[in-house]
């Protein structure tokens, strides 16, 4: 079957970085849109950044655009995201999901698949 199991969060001063991971199992690796989306509590589900593995096509939140970079690694079946440039505003729990085939931005109604969140928590 299909998981997807996001790490890397951790407890980071403002300006650090982390590299959150969202490995994958069970899909055809190169046909697959994912996304990574971050939540806090009282709020909506935000869409960070995409990446299409079939294309390398990428999409980003304005709110991220220049800090976060998101990458594929074909060969371990992993999606990472780079976290630059942290704001305490970026404290969020964090998720990957995944969509077969293409998808036009990271927003949560088009991805069927999803992982277990990993919490970033970024301290002033």
């Known amino acids: 079957d299909v998981q997807l199991q996001a790490s890397g969060g951790g407890l980071v001063q403002a300006g650090g970085s982390l590299r959150l991971s969202c490995a994958t199992s069970?899909?055809?690796?190169?046909?697959?849109?994912i996304g990574w989306f971050r939540q806090v509590p009282g709020k909506e589900r935000e869409g960070v950044s995409a990446?299409?593995?079939?294309?390398?096509?990428?999409h980003y939140a304005d709110s991220v655009k220049g800090r976060f970079t998101i990458s594929c690694d074909n060969a371990k079946n992993t999606v990472y995201l780079q976290i630059n440039s942290l704001k305490p505003e970026d404290t969020a729990v964090y998720s990957c999901?995944?969509?077969?085939?293409?998808?036009?931005?990271?927003?949560?109604?088009?991805?069927?698949?999803w992982g277990q969140g990993t919490q970033v928590t970024v301290s002033s």
């Open positions: 069970g899909f055809a690796f190169d046909d697959l849109t």
């Open positions: 999901a995944a969509q077969p085939g293409l998808v036009v931005a990271p927003l949560a109604p088009l991805y069927r698949y």
């Open positions: 990446i299409s593995t079939t294309d390398g096509n990428t």
